[in-house]
């Protein structure tokens, strides 16, 4: 592949998606677009982009962007932010006499954040209503998680035995969640570029592993439009290995009791 087909091609996904791909990551893209490129009649993945980026094809367009995503998902990731939900998040509304808790799972990915974080609430027996929310860039990996089946494969990275036992039931093309546990969840496509105010806020907002694909600029952007959708004093949890350092200064930095760090907004 040409590199000036690859800057274009790399300006358009970072406009697209907000994800940047440095100058390294050619192989990325022809691994990926492979696919893409042979579904739509194309000898190279070259000329694939060489058609999206001299058209306005909103299908395509879409179908690229898809196939770019990283969708890397697994149950209960890290552990301690669920533990967090048990130990200090639900403890906290139950003292607060809250009707509800809003949580919204921000690149959701097949949805197992936003099914984890609702059979931590079924086992908590929480005394409100809980609303999880998961949204996705990828309208292929939000329809998976609205079918909510997944296959043995998927259920082993990081579900127990037990919960697999306890909360999905047996169908002809895998193990499908329980009405008990999606029944909180609702699922839809949304671009952490296109932050839209909503009616009702967030008390938590899970966005792990996902600012460490964006340039700076659009970190700090999305913070801010993140901050927008929390209710003051409401919490976001990011990735392990993400922070918020010289990104924002609406949030207070807290350690968590089971271990990482949550950022509450400021009031």
């Known amino acids: 592949m040409k590199a000036e087909t690859f800057a274009r091609f790399t300006a358009f996904l970072e406009q697209h998606s907000g994800i940047l791909l440095s100058t390294d990551k050619q192989y990325l893209v022809e691994t990926r677009l492979s696919r893409v490129a042979r579904s739509q009649g194309h000898a190279s993945v070259e000329g694939l982009i060489e058609t999206l980026l001299s058209r306005r094809d909103r299908t395509l367009a879409r179908d690229v962007v898809d196939a770019m995503t990283t969708n890397e998902t697994l149950w209960f990731r890290d552990g301690y932010p669920f533990a967090a939900l048990e130990k200090k998040f639900f403890p906290e509304a139950v003292a607060a006499k809250k009707s509800s808790l809003r949580i919204w799972s921000a690149a959701c990915s097949t949805g197992q954040e936003a099914f984890s974080?609702?059979?931590?609430?079924?086992?908590?027996?929480?005394?409100?209503?809980?609303?999880?929310?998961?949204?996705?860039?990828?309208?292929?990996?939000?329809?998976?998680?609205?079918?909510?089946?997944?296959?043995?494969?998927?259920?082993?990275?990081?579900?127990?035995?037990?919960?697999?036992?306890?909360?999905?039931?047996?169908?002809?093309?895998?193990?499908?969640?329980?009405?008990?546990?999606?029944?909180?969840?609702?699922?839809?496509?949304?671009?952490?570029?296109?932050?839209?105010?909503?009616?009702?806020?967030?008390?938590?907002?899970?966005?792990?592993?996902?600012?460490?694909?964006?340039?700076?600029?659009?970190?700090?952007?999305?913070?801010?439009?993140?901050?927008?959708?929390?209710?003051?004093?409401?919490?976001?949890?990011?990735?392990?290995?993400?922070?918020?350092t010289q990104l924002s200064d609406r949030f207070t930095a807290e350690r968590l009791p089971t271990g990482g760090t949550a950022y509450r907004l400021k009031d």
Do not use: H, M
């Not at 908590?124 to 296959?151: H, L, M, N, Y």
């Open 117 to 244: 974080i609702s059979i931590t609430a079924e086992e908590q027996r929480v005394p409100f209503s809980v609303e999880i929310v998961g949204t996705d860039i990828s309208e292929e990996v939000v329809e998976k998680a609205r079918r909510g089946v997944f296959d043995d494969l998927s259920l082993g990275r990081g579900l127990s035995p037990e919960r697999k036992r306890q909360y999905f039931v047996k169908t002809t093309d895998g193990w499908k969640i329980a009405p008990a546990i999606s029944r909180r969840v609702q699922f839809r496509v949304g671009n952490l570029l296109e932050l839209r105010p909503e009616a009702r806020r967030y008390d938590l907002v899970f966005c792990r592993n996902v600012l460490i694909y964006f340039s700076r600029e659009t970190k700090t952007k999305i913070i801010d439009r993140i901050a927008n959708t929390l209710v003051p004093g409401g919490y976001l949890i990011l990735g392990a290995s993400e922070s918020l």
